[in-house]
């Protein structure tokens, strides 16, 4: 059975970015529908974000007990119990769901669950387990986000992506981890914690190619360490399964051998078969092309998250699902920057940047009028209580604003949110100098590298 109903805006995708659109279009007195085929919240809550931090967190946990000697804290560590580990990790996704359906429940906010089709330029058809329906909507945004790369490889109980890692029953005793981007280091770094041996193979020159090469060499010192192994700049062939794993080899002839191979080779986008190319929306390779406002030239029809070509984040997603919102309700927002984005990379030692790397900014300004600072952790206090080491690096336009802010330690993953406000907001180092810093925190470090960068370092050896 069919019904026909009619909506402000019909929101394709409860993802991260289609749940903050609605929320954002209701908190706007919009009529909005939110279709979703499996659950609100989408890959970052359910199987991206929130799930992979909480094991970082559990082998972060993991790491300090075996370390606790270090600091006169005699405690034993037995071992990982797997099952409490998932325990805690459902746990947390549980809360954080309860709470975002709480959320959309109160906005007032339709919410259909089943596969959603782009049949007209105003109309959706849901085909779904309680029925089919038709939403129309004055607006429609197009987010259906993305899935794990799988370069022709099948998923099995020993190759796997990322969300099967996320629901693995065991800790691997060894695992081939294909991609040294994100995603890779994040799952070598808990599974280096619980105890597996780990192998990164990364057909790039570097592990976060990425990052400024700076931060990726600091990695490869602080994984190499760790005992984490890298191959670098050199390509997969192939894999065959054997009695009790995998057999990988490598376009240089070499072969590894372990109990998993996980994917991690990127994602692309999740947008076949939902109509967008029937209706002419603008495609590229299974990308929706949508302008700076993020429409996408076709009807009333935005596009927002991992579906447009650009950093897969979901606080890009987040911003660009608000921006839609209030764009629709004629706010005239200003659109989502994408080198103002900060990036983060929650391996254990963890990595932020904003803005540009010295190798982008050399080529932007030109060599001459590029200046850098690297301030290493050793002279902040914070960061020498907590045992760790890496540093801040900081790049400015010369003479003018600092236009990359980067770093590599522990927890340093919370730096990144005065690195935005200094790159975005187009701050001199001479006032950010200027700006006090609490002690000792190792946002201090911040502050000490752009004190050395205006040219008066406090704790600084050069
Ligand atoms: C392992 C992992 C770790 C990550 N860690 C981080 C991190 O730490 N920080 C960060 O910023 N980002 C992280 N990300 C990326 C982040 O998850 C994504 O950028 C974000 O989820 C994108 O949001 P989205 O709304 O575009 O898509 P999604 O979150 O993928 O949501 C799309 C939704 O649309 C639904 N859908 C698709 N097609 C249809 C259809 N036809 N009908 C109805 N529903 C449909 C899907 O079921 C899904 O719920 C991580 C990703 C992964 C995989």
């Not at 959603?116 to 105003?122: A, I, Q």
């Amino acid at each position: 059975m069919s019904d026909e109903l009619t909506y402000d805006l019909v929101v394709l995708g409860g993802g991260t970015g289609g749940y903050a659109a609605a929320l954002r279009a209701a908190e706007l007195d919009m009529k909005v529908a939110l279709i979703e085929r499996d659950k609100v919240g989408g890959t970052c809550l359910h199987r991206g974000c929130v799930p992979t931090k909480a094991l970082l967190h559990a082998a972060e946990v993991a790491d300090t007990a075996k370390n606790s000697e270090t600091f006169g804290i005699e405690a034993e560590f037995k071992g990982i119990d797997i099952a409490k580990v998932l325990e805690y990790k459902d746990g947390v996704i549980t809360r954080n769901y309860k709470g975002l359906q709480g959320l959309v429940k109160a906005r007032g906010i339709d919410t259909y669950f089943g596969t959603g089709k782009l049949v007209g330029k105003d109309t959706v058809e849901v085909t779904g387990e309680d029925g089919n329906h038709t939403v129309k909507g004055a607006n429609v945004l197009l987010s259906t986000g993305s899935t794990s790369k799988t370069i022709g490889l099948e998923v099995t109980d020993r190759v796997i992506t990322s969300t099967e890692a996320l629901q693995l029953d065991k800790v691997p005793s060894s695992a081939i981890v294909l991609g040294g981007g994100v995603i890779g280091v994040e799952f070598a770094s808990v599974w280096n914690s619980f105890g597996a041996d780990v192998t990164i193979v990364e057909g790039l020159k570097h592990l976060v190619a990425n990052e400024d090469e700076t931060i990726s060499k600091n990695l490869e010192r602080a994984f190499k360490k760790r005992k984490i192994k890298f191959k670098l700049g050199v390509m997969f062939k192939g894999v065959e399964e054997t009695a009790d794993g995998v057999k990988v080899t490598l376009e240089d002839g070499s072969t590894l051998e372990a109990e998993y191979l996980l994917v991690a080779v990127g994602r692309g986008p999740v947008t076949e078969g939902f109509g967008f190319e029937e209706q002419g929306i603008p495609m590229d390779r299974g990308f929706v092309l949508a302008n700076e406002r993020l429409h996408t030239g076709v009807g009333n029809i935005y596009a927002c998250g991992d579906i447009v070509p650009g950093l897969q984040l979901a606080h890009r997603a987040f911003g660009q699902g608000i921006f839609v919102a209030e764009e629709i309700a004629g706010l005239n927002p200003a659109p989502v920057v994408e080198s103002g984005i900060p990036r983060v990379t929650y391996c254990e030692p963890e990595i932020f940047s904003v803005g540009l790397s010295s190798a982008q900014a050399d080529e932007k300004y030109g060599k001459d009028q590029v200046e850098s600072l690297e301030y290493n952790l050793g002279g902040n206090g914070k960061s020498v209580i907590l045992g760790t080491t890496g540093l801040i690096k900081v790049i400015r336009e010369k003479d003018g604003p600092v236009v990359g802010v980067h770093g590599i330690g522990a927890r340093l993953s919370e730096q990144a949110g005065e690195a935005q406000l200094i790159v975005n907001w187009e701050a001199f180092p001479e006032e950010v100098a200027q700006l006090i810093h609490a002690h000792p925190t190792q946002n201090e470090a911040l502050g000490e590298a752009h004190l050395a960068l205006a040219g008066k370092p406090l704790h600084f050896h050069s």
